[in-house]
């Protein structure tokens, strides 16, 4: 039994973070959103860290980094609130280099390519002529896809396929992500070994992780604003009220927490499924719970664009419901 | 970052296991299962027991009967206890009054008091809660005045679990009401139940139980050599014992089986969404609060430092999981039915109400993290 990190692993974090404190704060954020929503900057910055390798084994130059090895990464992220389509790209690569696309890693390592992860549970139609397999159907929403080099495409079945080139219709998700609605008509597909779902266990399980650094920051901006926001002549951090629901909230955070390294090590481990989805209802009802409170303990000012803090809500929002919202989960957790 | 069992911690967790199945009578695991009362026979029936095999007070140190286990297998056994359907251990002397006499008590109070609680010849109950002082323990009343070698002790002591079992009862009593820093004015006292001038008088619940007792002194004598530490330093006494043992306050192991109860008595519910839903969100959050005490074990044993304020978010989670689960089973029961087990149940739901509010109130519970983990 042991819960912390290991020191590679808390290195890493420690060092992703400081990155973002120095290139990352709020307001270099809003640029980035406000212009391309993604940087290129930063992306180049990722690779020198490694994170765009991480997950590539050791023996394709990267890192063999697992949910856990990420995990601290994805709180940081979360905590920054970063817009580039990082856990899209981490989720493909991981599909791509174990479905036996090896050839893109170097490029992946070093920042040259971006990947993205394309899936809907209604799926694509893959369909096979001779050796030539195509991809018909759309993916609405997929975090990344106008700036990503590769596409992994899930298909209806469950397989996986590497796409180059196809339409994408570019808008912004409600956090402010780039994401694309992936147009795939006849489009000529490489299929990969393995299938989506140990991807999408990995996935949530990040998620989770991502979620949990956000809740962190809406936790601890809060707890700030009470401690230094006057009315009656007092900070309102004095009202039992107010107390009393910042509690809840840290309470929240910690349970999601823990249930956040519950889902990594069993990513990791492979299997237990139903621990994963414990995982992503915990989240999901935590992540409702603190960016509601977080907005509400900070009166008018939770609601303004200015303030990092509605931003953080609207990521837990979306957060909440990426790779399955908390129905789904728990109608997954009941069936298996 | 591993969340399992060492394989030593694991093959502990067997050993106990092994030994529960062997040693827990069969009628007082039927008892606790079915929601019974358990009788003052069974409850000292089972410390004996565990007296005997030298389990009863694994946390004492192992001069006076401690096993020497770490805070890991401390946990482990209190959590295979529960999840076995053991009768509680009663905590005010093993856990409460042995704590506070180990820390404070002299010698010649630890060797009459402890080898006496160890092996369940005396029986305990805890004189803090009064009329008038409840959250506000400090303002308590009771007062006892020196008198040559004695204290007399005069006031109403309320809400005294199984007093009408007890022989013994320490007590928190103002001994100087004219300072200014009330709880300066408090002290800790160890009271024979059998002295003339106490009376015990039941309290009955809404469950219709009798669990808890005014207590009334009226001229009670008490030597001056039951006074725990020095007069005056009772306040003191009172917030270690807060800070004692608190890692079990979750009660894991007692609600996983709650939980499993649950599952098997509401199995024909099962395929109903609704509540099925309900029973998944409590049983995510009983996972949740398992991970997250092991997380505070764990950087206990790793720091070497006692558990923080943040620990009583396990008393809040732990308790309302448990009665979250106990709604449910009361939920599950037909209402028209009138048999023993289905008004076992309900009953239990009308008792759990008391775990929010018993040890420290939940919003005690908040004001404590909100003050010292968070700064408010």
Redesign the interface.
Same mark, same amino acid.
């Given at each position: !039994?042991?819960?912390?990190?290991?020191e590679e692993q808390q290195l890493l974090a420690d060092s992703v973070r400081r990155y973002l404190a120095d290139k990352y704060a709020f307001e270099q954020r809003q640029t980035i959103v406000r212009g391309q929503g993604w940087s290129a900057e930063a992306w180049a910055q990722f690779a020198q860290m490694g994170l765009t390798g991480l997950p590539v084994s050791a023996e394709h130059g990267g890192f063999g980094g697992g949910a856990?090895d990420l =995990?601290g990464v994805m709180e940081a992220f979360g905590e920054a609130l970063v817009v580039e389509p990082y856990l899209s790209h981490v989720i493909a690569t991981r599909a791509a280099e174990r479905g036996g696309a090896t050839d893109l890693l170097p490029a992946v390592i070093d920042g040259s390519m971006k990947l993205a992860f394309a899936h809907n549970a209604k799926g694509v139609t893959a369909k096979k002529s001779g050796t030539r397999w195509t991809l018909e159907g759309e993916v609405r929403g997929v975090i990344g896809a106008p700036v990503v080099d590769r596409l992994v495409v899930t298909s209806a079945a469950g397989e996986l396929f590497l796409v180059g080139k196809a339409d994408v219709k570019a808008h912004r998700t409600m956090d402010g992500r780039l994401a694309g609605d992936v147009v795939l008509r006849g489009v000529e597909a490489q299929p990969l070994e393995g299938t989506v779902d140990h991807l999408l266990d990995f996935g949530t399980a990040l998620v989770c992780a991502e979620a949990v650094g956000v809740m962190k920051f809406a936790c601890d901006t809060t707890?700030e604003y009470?401690?230094t926001r006057k009315q009656f002549g007092v900070t309102i951090?004095?009202f039992?009220a107010l107390?009393?629901r !910042?509690?809840?909230m $840290?309470?929240s955070l910690?349970? &999601?927490r +823990? =249930?956040a390294?519950?889902a990594? +090590?069993r990513a990791d481990a492979g299997g237990d499924r139903k +621990?994963i989805s &414990?995982a992503k209802?915990?989240i999901g009802?935590a992540a409702r719970h603190v960016s509601q409170e977080s907005v509400q303990l900070h009166g008018g000012m939770g609601m303004s664009e200015e303030l990092k803090v509605s931003h953080a809500f609207r990521r837990l929002t979306v957060l909440a419901r990426e790779f399955g919202d908390t129905d789904y989960h728990? &109608?997954r $957790? &009941?069936s298996l | 970052m591993d969340l399992n069992y060492s394989a030593e911690e694991a093959a502990f967790r067997d050993e106990v296991r092994a030994w529960l199945r062997a040693n827990l009578p069969q009628d007082l695991r039927e008892k606790v299962e079915n929601y019974q009362h358990l009788s003052k026979d069974d409850l000292m029936r089972w410390h004996r027991t565990l007296a005997k095999k030298g389990w009863v007070a694994p946390a004492w140190p192992k001069e006076w009967g401690g096993t020497g286990w770490n805070v890991v297998q401390r946990y482990i056994f209190e959590e295979e206890l529960g999840y076995a359907g053991a009768p509680p251990i009663i905590p005010f002397g093993v856990t409460m009054c042995a704590a506070v006499l180990l820390r404070f008590g002299t010698d010649a109070q630890k060797k009459r008091f402890l080898p006496r609680i160890y092996n369940g010849e005396d029986f305990w109950c805890q004189g803090y809660s009064e009329p008038g002082s409840g959250s506000d323990l400090a303002s308590l009343k009771t007062k006892a005045v020196r008198q040559g070698d004695h204290y007399v002790v005069n006031g109403q002591k309320i809400w005294t679990t199984l007093a009408h079992y007890a022989d013994w009862i320490f007590c928190l009593v103002r001994t100087d009401p004219t300072l200014e820093k009330r709880q300066e004015g408090i002290s800790f006292l160890l009271i024979d139940m059998k002295t003339p001038g106490i009376t015990v008088r039941p309290l009955i619940l809404m469950d219709g139980a009798h669990e808890v007792n005014e207590v009334f002194f009226d001229d009670v004598k008490v030597p001056v050599e039951n006074l725990v530490h020095e007069e005056g330093k009772g306040w003191t006494v009172a917030k270690y014992l807060l800070g004692h043992e608190r890692m079990n306050t979750g009660r894991i192991g007692e609600s996983k089986r709650q939980l499993n109860r649950l599952k098997q008595y509401a199995a024909p519910m099962m395929g109903e969404s609704r509540w099925r839903d309900r029973l998944t969100r409590l049983e995510v959050e009983l996972t949740a609060l398992e991970i997250t005490n092991l997380r505070f074990l764990d950087r206990m044993r790793r720091t070497g430092q006692p558990p923080g304020a943040d620990v009583s978010m396990l008393k809040i989670k732990g308790t309302e999981i448990q009665q979250g689960l106990t709604e449910l089973m009361m939920e599950a029961t037909d209402p028209a039915a009138s048999d023993e087990l289905s008004t076992a149940i309900r009953k239990r739901y009308l008792s759990m109400r008391k775990t929010t509010i018993y040890a420290g109130s939940n919003e005690i519970q908040r004001n404590i993290i909100a003050k010292m983990t968070l700064g408010l």
């Open positions: !039994m042991n819960f912390d990190y290991n856990v =995990m707890l009470l401690k951090g004095t039992q107390q009393h !910042m509690v809840d $840290f309470i910690e349970q &999601a +823990s =249930m390294c519950l990594c +090590s +621990s &414990a209802i915990k009802d728990l &109608a $957790f &009941a | -």
